[in-house]
């Protein structure tokens, strides 16, 4: 399974930030939309990603406070990035050696979502939903040794 099958269902919401955001603008937009990462545009490019574990860290650097600076400053600006024919099972690799929780894809330079841990999981688990249907029906229709052809 590619990245691009798992986009077109997801849909192409994205959410993005510029890096001279404040900080509690972005964590307010991530509380209202109910999302765990921002992507961090400049000039049309992919510059950084916002999660939920650098606002935790500004947080916790600012002693319970998201503080007055601006994205930038707490933002990953080295991203992992995935492109729409990476395999599913490269993308939870990398997920998992990286502990990313969420992952920009691109093509080239085009930004065309977010894969995130969970849309990952769900999509497994639906491949292998599907899987065991289908052989626990081949099983089922499975015909008798003593039946002759």
Avoid: C
Avoid at 25 to 38: E, F, H, R, Y
Avoid at 53 to 59: A, D, F, H, S
Avoid at 130 to 136: I, S, T
């Amino acid at each position: 399974m590619k990245v691009s099958e798992i986009l077109k269902v997801k849909g192409n919401i994205l959410y993005t930030v510029k890096p001279d955001t404040p900080m509690l603008q972005a964590v307010n937009t991530m509380a209202d939309k109910d999302i765990g990462s921002l992507v961090v545009m400049e000039s049309g490019e992919l510059v950084g990603m916002l999660t939920f574990r650098e606002v935790m860290k500004t947080i916790h650097a600012n002693n319970g406070a998201v503080g007055n600076d601006t994205v930038r400053r707490h933002m990953d600006d080295h991203p992992i990035t995935i492109t729409p024919d990476t395999d599913i099972n490269e993308v939870r690799r990398l997920m998992l050696e990286r502990h990313a929780r969420y992952v920009p894809v691109v093509n080239a330079k085009t930004l065309l979502g977010v894969m995130s841990f969970y849309d990952v999981a769900k999509a497994v688990f639906e491949a292998q939903s599907f899987e065991n249907k289908m052989l626990k029906a081949y099983i089922r229709d499975w015909p008798d040794e003593n039946e002759e052809s």
